[in-house]
């Protein structure tokens, strides 16, 4: 006779929740286990005289829950296997519900040569939709508390998050709900559901979720579908939701008409306005300017999702899939001791996904950089794929040498009276030699100019307001005097 495992739910409570035909297994199989024995049903097992072993004893041997789980379905498929015959192993609510080792069981079951057998019992979720009082049809998600992660929460559907077992669990569902939450959100416990005297429901901000004193097998936490706008707003899905309704037909009569031409320009200008965030360390402009930016990627994708070529869900995934594929130091066997293996992986990486793609080889070694970058971030990935292969100076002093080489023809060309293309070519040598020694020391050329930049514009603005303090204009002073307040700026900044 082939040994079996015969899993039957408990319900959700009380013996008044076990069914007829659950209670029928139970009295003809005389090996029984139950997964635990403070389910309030176990009472009506000891109370009827009929004989049990319970795993209780593994809670306490045992570092974690999952820990648990996996030593009562190692034990179960043992016990089967050395006495053969069937043995009934009893848990609380629905077997198909929340119950991890049956999962386990019939993973590994079939392989140990065990057969399973699986008797439905009213869940605890039974239990919920009454005492909470809501319908599963208007939307509804259940989630592991051990497992709640912000990508899973939907404020729009009701949401169950079951096996509350402790405050250390409940603090860190709350964590979890506050990225998606504000703290104050109403969230409603409830332990042991349907159990006479022991039921207990009570609705906190969800700031206190995990100062109460009541958890345990059976407390679960509830929240409500909302319509708040608030919670909505906070979804990637709302945001394409509302960019589809302005691309659409009765959208807005301009979102319509763009094209990705149209609307190259403002990529660029929302780009550089979310750097000058960046650059003034403005988190409250950094957090509006990516917002601007992100909706530039936005519309371009909704105007291929309209062409049927790809959408926004496209771009996520080849970017997904591109991050785990270029960081095998994270995600794969290879290691990586420091940011320059990294980057070196990185690489690697790059050129195997084009070759798996199939992309021609580049004929220059100087290929791939963006045709459009600014002139001067374009001369320093120029000069650095050419140091790559040794086309480079060992050390800084060359390049200091050849930044005085290229004034000298500057000054030569201007002296000399040649025409302005002339000087402008030997500007750019100068230009593109200053660029080199940042390269040397280790400065993005982009960021040391808009720097300087800045640092020109505070000190011109002490002049303006030097200016304006004794009630004059720029016609009513003279050289000598702004240099001298420009001094004044210098040694206060």
Known sequence: MKPTIIVAGLGSGGEDHITLGVWRRIRETPRRYVRTSSHPAVRKLAGDGLDFRSFDHLYEQSDSFPEVYERIADELIR????????????????????????????????????????????????????????????????????????????????????????????????????????????VTIGHALGVPGEERIETVPLHELDRLETYGDMTLVWLPKSDDPMLRNRSFDRLKEIVEILRGPNGCPWDRE??????????????????????????????????????????????????????????????????????????????????????????????????????????????????????????????????????????????????GEELRELRDA?????????????LGDLLFAAVNVARFIGADPEEALARTNAKFGRRFAYIEEQLKQSGRTFDQTNLEEMDRWWEEAKRKN
């Open 79 to 186: 016990l089967a296997r050395e006495d053969g015959g069937t043995i009934l192993y009893a848990v609380p609510g629905h077997p198909m519900v929340a119950e991890r080792t049956v999962r386990l069981l019939r993973e590994r079951c079939a392989g140990a040569g065990v057969g399973l057998e699986i008797v439905g019992g009213e869940s605890f979720l039974d239990q919920a939709f009454v005492r909470l009082g809501f319908d599963p049809i208007e939307g509804f998600q259940l989630l592991d508390a051990s497992d709640v992660k912000p990508s899973l929460l939907r404020p729009e559907i009701h949401t169950v998050i079951a096996q509350v077992y402790d405050r250390l669990i409940a603090s860190d569902v709350k964590l979890s709900l506050m990225e998606r939450y504000p703290d104050d959100h109403p």
């Open 414 to 426: 201007i002296a000399s009276g040649r025409d302005r293309e002339a000087q402008a070519q030997e």
């Open 258 to 403: 763009q094209t990705h031409r149209s609307i190259r320009k403002n990529f660029i200008e929302e780009t550089y306005e979310a750097i000058e965030a960046i650059d003034n360390d403005d988190p409250a402009g950094m957090q509006e300017e990516l917002g601007d930016v992100l909706l530039q990627v936005m519309l371009h994708s909704q105007m291929e999702a309209e062409n049927g070529t790809f959408d926004i869900y496209d771009v996520i995934q080849s970017l997904n899939e591109k991050l785990l594929f270029r960081h095998p130091h994270v995600f794969g066997e290879v290691g990586a001791a420091n940011a320059d293996e990294a980057l070196a992986n990185w690489e690697r990486m790059k050129a195997e996904e084009k070759r798996r793609r199939g992309l021609p080889e580049r004929s220059s070694v100087l290929d791939g950089i963006p045709r459009d970058l600014p002139a001067l971030l374009k001369a320093y990935e120029l000069q650095k794929k050419a140091a790559k292969v040794g086309f480079d100076w060992p050390e800084i002093g060359p390049a200091l040498d050849k930044v």
